[in-house]
């Protein structure tokens, strides 16, 4: 990823048309109660850099085209095969010389999983879209880029296979009540996208980077869906591109950049507030006081729009995908002092702040559980139903007994 002042971004169309076809879209969003919040699925070992199952493997130098590459890759493809065998999995391939490959051909290999409603034919689904790279920079040798992204990647596969029961049972739930077709809401999805040939060979250019995201792009923009779907092609089915980069340092600042989607930035501050105000957040310990989201308190007129992070949504915004950039970029400092091991300090496991990876896997589900509207559905641990659980509506008064009934 790279940093450019200056305005490599286009401008933003017009944010009225973009609100209202949200609106139109009738995305909804459910908080989740404080009870599913303390009931989260923990991530356990999964983030032991050595042996934790989720980000070891992805903890090796993974440059495109190598090996390693080959490797993670299948690391994920084995995840979603045998812990998410409900995913669908898919490859988007394409290859490109480099400035290092001396015309040869490289291959780049995105991994797309997702999940759709059972009754749902595929272009009627909109999906909330997980993203991190996968791939490692070619220089200096043995680089891991360990935020830059393994961590984003385990962070991913650990909040979706903490959602994936849950949205086996409200889909269940919603058949059996033989509401599942009523209208455009009940046509939601989700789904991961590993992307390869982020980092650059040589230097950053145009040319020199993203490689993985501007093929994908471009293939989604002119794949076209079945006749009369809701969604033309599998970019506009996309209903928010999540970027997840440089994320497991400690105290992270993450800014708001884009005001179609700072209501979804704020929904991620406030569920980090929450977290943090329930004991839920191991990186609490440390820093108390520290907000991970420096802008939740601004309106979506107040964010800076325009500050130019070069990353892999932007082949995606430039087709007018809305955005959500979770980066951590402290507007005086930049990005964390392990980045690209640029201050002697290497980006790789042991300069992770483990606590803080837990704290972002944490983070990562409960927003996913609340955009898919999985309150209901998660599993319960601890003292029962709040009050907060009792004041739901009766559809979801149901939900929880089917839930209960399941589980037990
Ligand atoms: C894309 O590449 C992957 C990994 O090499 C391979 O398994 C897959 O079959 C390829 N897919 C297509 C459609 O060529
Ligand atoms: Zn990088």
């Not at 909804?28 to 493997?57: C, M, Q, V, W």
């Not at 490109?96 to 290999?109: A, H, I, L, Q, R």
């Not at 996968?134 to 296979?161: L, N, Q, T, V, W």
Request: some cysteine; hydrophobic content about 40%.
């Amino acid at each position: 990823m790279s940093l450019a002042y200056g305005g490599h971004l286009r401008p933003l169309l017009s944010i009225c048309i973009a609100l209202l076809c949200f609106l139109l879209a009738g995305q909804a969003y459910e908080e989740l109660s404080d009870n599913t919040l303390k009931s989260l699925p923990r991530p356990k070992d999964d983030f032991d850099i050595h042996t934790g199952p989720l980000l070891s493997p992805i903890l090796i130098p993974r440059v495109s085209g190598t090996p390693g590459s080959a490797a993670v890759l299948q690391h994920f493809a084995d995840f979603f095969r045998t812990s998410l065998p409900s995913w669908n999995i898919q490859f988007q391939n394409s290859t490109s010389t480099t400035p290092v490959s001396n015309g040869k051909e490289v291959p780049f290999v995105n991994l797309i999983a997702s999940r759709d409603p059972p009754w749902a034919a595929s272009g009627d689904v909109g999906r909330l879209t997980l993203v991190a790279h996968y791939d490692s920079k070619y220089s200096p040798e043995g680089f891991i880029g360990a935020i830059d992204s393994a961590a984003p990647c385990a962070m991913i596969m650990h909040a979706m296979r903490s959602i994936d029961a849950a949205l086996t049972r409200k889909w269940e739930a919603m058949e059996t009540e033989g509401h599942a077709d009523a209208d455009l809401e009940e046509h939601k999805g989700i789904q991961v996208i590993f992307l390869d040939g982020e980092e650059a060979f040589q230097a950053w250019t145009d040319t020199d980077s993203l490689y993985g995201a501007r093929s994908l792009a471009e293939h989604w923009d002119s794949e076209v869906n079945s006749a009369m779907s809701t969604y033309k092609t599998p970019l506009s089915s996309i209903s928010l591109f999540v970027l997840l980069d440089l994320l497991g340092s400690k105290n992270p600042s993450i800014q708001s950049y884009f005001s179609t989607t700072h209501w979804a930035y704020k929904k991620l501050a406030n569920l980090e507030k929450r977290l943090r105000d329930l004991k839920q957040f191991k990186s609490s310990a440390d820093a108390p006081g520290q907000p991970w989201f420096l802008d939740s308190s601004k309106t979506e007129h107040d964010i800076t729009t325009f500050l130019g992070i070069q990353d892999d949504h932007l082949p995606f915004l430039a087709r007018g995908v809305e955005i959500l950039h979770v980066i951590d970029a402290h507007p005086a400092k930049g990005f964390p002092e392990v980045w690209h091991n640029h201050n002697g300090v290497p980006d790789d496991g042991e300069h992770l702040d483990i606590a803080t990876v837990e704290d972002w896997s944490t983070l990562v589900t409960a927003f996913a559980a609340e955009w898919m509207e999985l309150e209901g559905f998660m599993p319960l641990s601890g003292d029962g139903p709040t009050k907060n659980d009792e004041a739901q509506k009766p559809e979801k008064r149901n939900a929880n007994h089917l839930n209960k009934k399941t589980e037990l």
